[in-house]
């Protein structure tokens, strides 16, 4: 599985400080006549300040799920055409190769 990596502001001690969050996410998949809505579940796997990782409270984690949330669907189509441009080079140069 994937995972994503952003920054989001805390407040700690009365102080607001920078968090780099890893987190992973289940892709979401729509509900159909036959299946119910699945995925999209989201887990922070790390947080760091200054390059330290950090524990996070329950009122931190869940504010950086709604934030991870709130991106997932967009980094993971980035993901996505990142992979789809790779594959698209590989196949280019194969070809330019003769290796068809």
Not at 36 to 63: K, V, Y
Not at 72 to 95: F, K, P, V
Request: glycine letters at 8%; proline letters at 3%.
């Amino acid at each position: 599985m994937t995972s994503y990596t952003f920054w989001a502001e805390l407040v700690r001690d009365g102080e607001d400080v920078e968090v780099e969050v890893q987190y992973t996410c289940t892709p979401f998949i729509p509900a159909t006549h036959t299946q119910p809505a699945e995925g999209g579940e989201i887990e922070i796997l790390n947080a760091w300040i200054d390059g330290d990782t950090i524990d996070l409270t329950d009122a931190e984690e869940s504010l950086l799920i709604q934030l991870a949330g709130d991106r997932a669907e967009s980094d993971m189509a980035d993901d996505d055409a990142d992979r789809g441009d790779y594959l698209y080079e590989q196949a280019r140069d194969r070809r330019a190769l003769g290796d068809d």
